[in-house]
């Protein structure tokens, strides 16, 4: 299996333009998780989906921040407009089962630099 | 907050050493889970312990729970240098809660 994928791995923009980050969960997982790293608030979870269905979204910062799972391959968290303070590494996990606090498996992150 | 929290905040030993990383929480958990993260890498998971068991082992890894004093400790014996990492625990709520994770620890373990 190729682990969860996910693109861009780097990505450079500047204040006001849209960002989309991707992902693509291991086949047959169902749960699905975005998380964003930043060294003074470490990891964060976002929201994360059950069988494509969002389920907690407390963690999205602002209406600026939204995600989609259209289906159970692909998830997509979108930020409009970007801001400087978004700059992090942004994480897409997924997991076998529905609940959300068992074992999940990251992919390698998407690097988000907004100038 | 059930957020664990790992202490020391880094750790330098020489390789052969053993490492000994710990994690509190606050509250009741399900299960604490363990992650290694590389330096521009994702998280890769290690170890799960539930809440029912006070030890568990595998390979050079050895965690222990102690639910009456909301701690963990992670033990990695006969270090070497491709431990070196960010370790991570990870509590799993009982009321059907998310994972929380703690800050980590940063392990540098010298050739």
Redesign the interface.
């Known amino acids: 299996d190729a682990g969860?994928i996910q693109s861009p791995r780097h990505e450079v923009t500047e204040m006001g333009q849209e960002v989309t980050l991707r992902c693509k969960p291991i086949s047959g997982h169902n749960s699905l998780?975005w998380y964003r790293q930043t060294m003074m608030r470490?990891?964060e979870?976002l929201i994360?989906f059950n069988n494509n269905v969002p389920i907690?979204d407390s963690g999205m910062p602002e209406d600026r921040f939204s995600a989609k799972m259209p289906n159970a391959s692909f998830s997509t968290l979108k930020i409009q407009p970007s801001e400087p303070r978004d700059s992090a590494v942004y994480?897409c996990?997924s997991a076998l089962d529905r609940?959300?606090?068992?074992?999940?498996?990251?992919?390698?992150?998407t690097r988000l630099l907004v100038l | 907050s059930q957020q664990g929290e790992e202490d020391p905040q880094a750790l330098s030993i020489q390789e052969g050493e053993n490492a000994t990383m710990n994690c509190s929480y606050k509250t009741s958990i399900n299960n604490l889970q363990w992650y290694r993260q590389n330096s521009g890498r994702g998280l890769v998971h290690l170890i799960l312990i539930r809440s029912n068991e006070r030890e568990k082992h595998s390979g050079r890894l050895r965690v222990t729970l102690d639910t009456s004093k909301k701690s963990s400790s992670l033990l990695i014996t006969a270090s070497r240098a491709a431990d070196t990492a960010s370790y991570f625990c990870a509590t799993g709520g009982n009321q059907g809660g998310k994972l929380i994770f703690g800050q980590g620890t940063e392990l540098s373990v010298k050739p």
């Open positions: 969860v998780f470490g990891l979870l994360y907690d994480f996990a609940a959300a606090r068992g074992t999940q498996y990251f992919g390698p992150g």
